[in-house]
T-cell receptor
């Protein structure tokens, strides 16, 4: 049973460029969340996708956008990259649904994409 | 807003016990999670508390007091492989359509021989 998979593992870009990161959720999961983790910090919530729509968004600018596909996989897009966007980008999947039954379900994380901006 | 505090670093000896505290002040609460993260790897789920009290899982236990906004993770019989960062995360109020996890900065535990 494959867990959460992310690609690529590492990526180097320059300021102003655009990047797309990809995530395949754990089998059976329907919800994907994206987090940004700076060195020495905890993950910061970017947004969550459920039923192919952005269900909730954190305090990130519109340069950060995403998408969820019918097979539940997801992409994170970042435009006009800044030096401060250098971080580990984590994808987490869960079985959330709409009811509270998913409230005790943990989010399972992928190994992340290490993005470096030069 | 969310405010989740945990110590930055802790050091302990192999075979000993370490307790990692986490205090939180959040706008909503629907459960607290502990994750372990080794350097360069994904956070992995350790425990979940939503009601007051102690949850035990082998060498790891987690405690919650909702009235005090306080949790701790207890690691017993420490092994070298337990050297990692431990993340405290609070789940917000789903009833208000708030599904995210809010994380503390993490506590780096170093186990020495």
């Amino acid at each position: 049973d494959a867990g959460v998979t992310q690609s690529p593992t590492h990526l180097i870009k320059t300021r102003g460029q655009q990047v797309t990161l990809r995530c395949s959720p754990k089998s059976g999961h329907d919800t994907v969340s994206w987090y940004q983790q700076a060195l020495g910090q905890g993950p910061q919530f970017i947004f969550q996708y459920y039923e192919e729509e952005e269900r909730q968004r954190g305090n990130f600018p519109d340069r950060f956008s995403g998408h969820q596909f019918p097979n539940y996989s997801s992409e994170l897009n970042v435009n006009a990259l800044l030096l401060g966007d250098s971080a580990l980008y984590l994808c987490a999947s869960s079985l959330e649904g709409q009811g509270i039954s998913g409230s005790n379900q943990p989010q399972h994380f992928g190994d992340g994409t290490r993005l470096s901006i030069l | 807003g969310q405010n989740i505090d945990q110590p930055t670093e802790m050091t302990a000896t192999e075979g000993a016990i370490v307790q990692i505290n986490c205090t939180y002040q959040t706008s909503g609460f629907n459960g607290l999670f502990w994750y372990q993260q080794h350097a360069g790897e994904a956070p992995t789920f350790l425990s979940y508390n939503v009601l007051d009290g102690l949850e035990e899982k082998g060498r790891f236990s987690s405690f919650l007091s909702r009235s005090k906004g306080y949790s701790y993770l207890l690691l017993k019989e420490l092994q070298m492989k337990d050297s990692a960062s431990y993340l405290c995360a609070v789940r917000d109020d789903r009833a208000r359509n708030d599904y995210k996890l809010s994380f503390g900065a993490g506590t780096t535990v170093t186990v020495r021989a």
